[in-house]
């Protein structure tokens, strides 16, 4: 069976919804639809880490709200009104939920930088820092206080007032210390600055870790009983605890930089949430070992075939190291029935907290493989 990446696609793991507006939409139908799969959700969360479990999370991710989308709060809304209506026939133990996304770079804001917007594209920050001492020694203020800052709490209070505060609803999307300085501080010497100047890089990790909780705070106060976690692009339900980030960037650096100075700040960063929820795109499996090994660490999440990322994990060793640790893996697998099960029987084993993130094309399918995963994982 072909497992490769589809090219010709701008966005591998979307599905074409209908956009729904808010006076259309049934909000007590999806209240009540959240709250039947919470129950599911709940058990396998406490279940004894030694006994493990499995979950299916059919994710309806809309193209058009990770593109330009994202700056429109009423264009976002109605487009994941329209996620969440299609999502229903869909047979999974996860809900979906709404996120007022506003790009990676929230946090980078506080540091004075704006976004660039390209005709159907995703905004891109707008400037760097030359070096990681420049970036300390520069001013900064509080994320709620910057443009991006303020309509991301704006679409939070729009997203509430819509839906009556009753679907559930994550933060924006939120990047690890490492993710947002290596966004804005020039590649070549903030990756030199880990060797030569760690202390300076550690006081930065510092930094965006504080501007990163008293943002997502703010954000858990506004949100409310509809907060689900751990967020953006994770499994989430109002159950679980912990607060995703996103930390590509680990893929270039040394265990030893990465274990020493960032892994702390996003430990940091976790500790009012509930602990660490950890994603990276590509291949981490060099350092799965280490990731389950962070202190606190509720999820950790990555892509397990081509189809979803072409520098997708091999399956092998995950179990082996997630088993009876308590971790839930959220493993994301865009392919064909027989490819994802193929990997599951290989993700799974006696203890894991597995969750399987799927992408099947029709209600039928997906009750296939839904039913064919609950066999493979008992």
């Keep these: 069976m072909k497992d490769i990446f589809d090219s010709s696609k701008s966005d591998a793991q979307a599905t074409k919804v ?10 007590a139908g999806y209240a009540d639809y959240d709250a039947q799969l919470s129950e599911r959700c709940s058990a396998f969360w406490n279940a004894p880490d030694d006994k493990g479990g499995v979950l299916v999370y059919r994710r309806m991710r809309v ?11 009423k264009a976002s809304l109605a487009w994941q009104l329209g996620a969440l209506q299609a999502s229903m026939a869909y047979k ?12 990676l770079g929230v946090v980078a804001s506080a540091f004075g930088f704006g976004y660039q917007w390209e005709p159907g594209q ?6 760097k820092f030359a070096s990681t001492a420049e970036l300390l020694a520069a001013p900064f203020k509080p994320v709620a206080q910057t443009r991006i800052g303020r309509h991301n709490l704006e679409m939070i209070e729009y997203f509430l007032d819509e839906t009556d505060g009753r679907l559930p609803m994550s933060w924006c999307d939120t990047q690890s210390p490492l993710n947002t300085l290596s966004n804005i501080v020039d590649t070549c ?13 550690q006081a930065a990790m510092d930094r965006v870790a504080q501007l990163t909780i008293n943002y997502t705070k703010l954000q858990s106060e506004l949100i409310g009983d509809a907060l689900v976690r751990p967020g953006h692009g994770f499994s989430s339900c109002r159950c679980f ?3 995703g980030m996103s930390d590509d960037s680990m893929t270039m650096l040394s265990p030893d930089l990465y274990q020493s100075i960032c892994i702390p700040a996003m430990v940091r960063t976790g500790q009012p949430f509930g602990g660490a929820v950890f994603h990276s795109c590509g291949n981490w499996s060099g350092k799965k070992e280490m990731v389950a ?12 075939s081509l189809a979803t990322d072409p520098g997708a994990n091999p399956t092998e ?15 994301r697998i865009v392919g064909n029935p027989e490819l994802v099960l193929e990997k599951v029987s290989s993700l799974w084993r006696p203890g894991m907290k597995l969750i399987v993130v799927t992408y099947c094309e029709t209600p039928s399918e997906q009750a296939y493989l839904y039913d064919r995963i609950h066999q493979i994982c008992q």
């Design 317 to 331: 060793g995950y179990a082996d190291t997630f088993a009876s640790t308590g971790i839930v893996l959220n493993a």
């Design 189 to 201: 010497q903030f990756y030199l600055d880990f060797c030569l100047e760690p202390e300076v890089v």
């Design 92 to 103: 999974a133990d996860v809900p979906n939920f709404l996120e007022p996304w506003y790009g």
């Design 18 to 27: 209908m956009p729904v507006e808010p006076k259309k939409f049934d909000v």
């Design 63 to 73: 193209a058009e709200v990770f593109a330009a989308g994202c700056a429109d709060m």
């Design 241 to 243: 605890q912990g607060i």
């Design 293 to 304: 090994g962070i202190d606190g660490l509720r999820m950790a999440d990555g892509a397990f």
């Design 122 to 127: 995703a905004p891109a920050i707008d400037g």
